[in-house]
T-cell receptor, first 112, second 112 residues
Framework: DAKTTQPPSMDCAEGRAANLPCNHS???????VYWYRQIHSQGPQYIIH???NNETNEMASLIITEDRKSSTLILPHATLRDTAVYYC?????????????FGQGTTLQVKP | AAGVIQSPRHLIKEKRETATLKCYPI?????VYWYQQGPGQDPQFLIS???????DKGSIPDRFSAQQFSDYHSELNMSSLELGDSALYFC???????????FGAGTRLSVL
């Protein structure tokens, strides 16, 4: 499975957009980029995923570069409740082969 | 909406004892994953089941075993417990064809 590289920590002002980068230069053609977050020892929470096109849902947007070697998760209006560890994970799209390999993640601190 | 149910939420055992953790997936989800998260660590994949068959295996000790039953619930059995087994154990479920994993609240195991 491809590995990912994320900055260990980031700060963001409440109400501003949070842009979380991720490098995945060894991603293979059939692997997706997934983003999960974990709020203080709760179960990880799925945010969004994509293959090569940009994606948007009610939680966030995902921008994937054309060469698919990096991506950015965008939380458009961060709130204090978005403070969490954010994990960028590359995995297969099929559930029966889709174990998640969690790296160190980015600890996002949203400040008032 | 129904979520992944894990029981018990907390478990205290002594060294060399056994423990059984249970996971009830979201209805109609056919794939179950188990993850272990040690103190200050990121979640680590242990094992997964698809349609009641083991589909993948990670860094799961030989002292641990797991299975998925006909009703799709899963149990993680841990024997000869060691201090280092103290961790949060998460179960996640997904439906075939879509590798979006929904996590339970976890079981916190403390081995004394």
């Amino acid at each position: 499975d491809a590995k990912t590289t994320q900055p260990p920590s980031m700060d963001c002002a409440e109400g501003r957009a949070a842009n979380l980068p991720c490098n995945h230069s060894t991603i293979s053609g059939n692997e997706y980029v997934y983003w999960y977050r974990q709020i203080h020892s709760q179960g990880p929470q799925y945010i969004i995923h994509g293959l090569k096109n940009n994606e948007t849902n009610e939680m966030a947007s995902l921008i994937i570069t054309e060469d698919r070697k990096s991506s950015t998760l965008i939380l458009p209006h961060a709130t204090l409740r978005d403070t969490a560890v954010y994990y960028c994970i590359v995995a297969h799209g099929s559930s029966n082969t889709g174990k998640l390999i969690f790296g160190q993640g980015t600890t996002l601190q949203v400040k008032p | 909406a129904a979520g992944v149910i894990q029981s018990p939420r907390h478990l205290i055992k002594e060294k060399r004892e056994t423990a059984t953790l249970k996971c009830y997936p979201i209805p109609r989800h056919d794939t179950v994953y188990w993850y272990q998260q040690g103190p200050g660590q990121d979640p680590q994949f242990l094992i997964s089941f698809y349609e009641k068959m083991q589909s993948d295996k990670g860094s799961i000790p030989d002292r641990f075993s797991a299975q998925q039953f006909s009703d799709y619930h899963s149990e993680l059995n841990m024997s000869s417990l060691e201090l280092g087994d103290s961790a949060l154990y998460f179960c996640a479920s997904s439906s075939s064809g879509a590798n979006i994993q929904y996590f339970g609240a976890g079981t916190r195991l403390s081995v004394l």
